[in-house]
């Protein structure tokens, strides 16, 4: 059974960092594309992050281009949003998700989810 298993968040004052991990069990995430998604209260969930399965092109929304990075482990079977300078507006569940090969804007195009992490930043 393909699952996806976030964690790594947590409560972090503006400023600072935290890592999410993301593990898959049941399949290799060597030829699976991982987004990372997050949802604020009151808003629809927005695409954060990307990394391809070839050769690991990394996409990223404006507003966390040079804050966040995105890196993958195939011998951890697991992907990391690495997330440095965090502000207030980066408060929300965080998802990640997998497809096949390539990624993709629309999380419609993303048939496996974990269950998200909580992600707070607040003084």
Request: hydrophobic share 30%; net charge positive; aromatic share 14%.
């Amino acid at each position: 059974q393909l699952q996806l298993v976030e964690s790594g968040g947590g409560l972090v004052q503006p400023g600072g960092s935290l890592r999410l991990s993301c593990a898959a069990s049941g399949f290799t995430l060597d030829y699976y594309a991982i987004g990372w998604f997050r949802q604020a209260p009151g808003k629809e969930r927005e695409g954060v992050s990307c990394i391809s399965s070839s050769n690991s092109s990394t996409y990223y929304v404006d507003s966390v281009k040079g804050r966040f990075t995105i890196c993958r482990d195939n011998a951890k079977n697991t992907v990391f949003l690495q997330m440095n300078s965090l502000k207030p507006e980066d408060t929300g569940v965080y998802y990640c998700a997998a497809r096949f090969r390539r990624c993709a804007s629309r999380e419609y195009d993303y048939p496996y989810w974990g269950q998200g992490t909580q992600v707070t930043v607040s003084s």
